[in-house]
């Protein structure tokens, strides 16, 4: 398996634009995840689906983000409209089992910058 | 919800030298605490995990101990060597069934 396949690495935008981060699980994992990380605060969960099911998403920042999962072997995180404060590094990362019970896979990462 | 300290946020360790890393977690229910390291630029990678039932595992120079009781487990990495230099993560799951992760430590071993 290739592992955890997230798009594109490396986006560079103004603010106010829209931007949407991809992500391709691992086949078989059930359990997805979107983290942020930033110098600041470290890895912060913003959302997670179970069986492509929003589980918690008590992390998601404001209205402005919103995350998907329209099937097994696809997710997309969606800023709109972007602000600076929105840079850094996206993650997504899968498991198997519900709330990761297994180990967590990460992605290389999606690094936003937003002018 | 759970809530991860992690301490200290950077630590030095001459090559050679043992290495040890510390996390509190606030969840009595948490039963499952892996640690990540992180190099710069990448992706972090699950180095070693332990689950409530055990009070110790190792894996070659590395070794993770827990203590359920004060709520605390470490990481231990013994004979470092340059290519231990990362930012290590702790994190816990607990009755909300997530990982929470620490705020990281940045390990660098000094040739």
């Known amino acids: 398996d290739a592992g955890v396949i997230q798009s594109p690495r490396h986006e560079v935008t103004e603010m106010g634009q829209e931007v949407t981060l991809r992500c391709k699980p691992i086949?078989?994992?059930?359990?997805l995840f979107w983290y942020r990380q930033t110098m600041m605060r470290g890895l912060e969960l913003l959302i997670y689906?179970?069986?492509?099911?929003?589980i918690d998403d008590s992390g998601m920042p404001e209205d402005r983000f919103s995350a998907k999962m329209p099937n097994a072997s696809f997710s997309t995180l969606k800023i709109q409209p972007s602000e600076p404060r929105d840079s850094a590094v996206y993650f997504c990362a899968s498991s198997w089992g519900r709330g990761g019970t297994g180990e967590l896979f990460f992605g290389e990462g999606s690094r936003l910058t937003v002018l | 919800g759970e809530n991860v300290e992690q301490h200290p946020s950077t630590l030095s360790v001459q090559e050679g030298d043992s290495a040890v890393i510390k996390c509190t977690y606030s969840d009595s229910a948490s039963n499952y605490f892996p640690w990540y390291k992180q190099e710069l630029g990448k992706r972090p990678q699950l180095i070693i995990d332990?689950?409530?039932?055990?009070g110790e595992k190792k894996d070659q120079r590395i070794a993770v101990t827990l203590n359920k009781t004060a709520k605390h487990f470490s990481l231990h990495i013994t004979e470092t060597q340059p290519e231990d230099s990362a930012v290590y993560f702790c994190?816990?799951?607990?009755?909300?069934?997530?990982?929470?992760f620490g705020s990281g430590t940045q390990l660098t071993v000094l040739p």
């Open positions: 689906f179970n069986n492509n099911v929003p």
């Open positions: 086949s078989g994992h059930n359990s």
């Open positions: 994190a816990a799951r607990g009755s909300a069934r997530q990982l929470t």
């Open positions: 332990i689950r409530s039932n055990v």
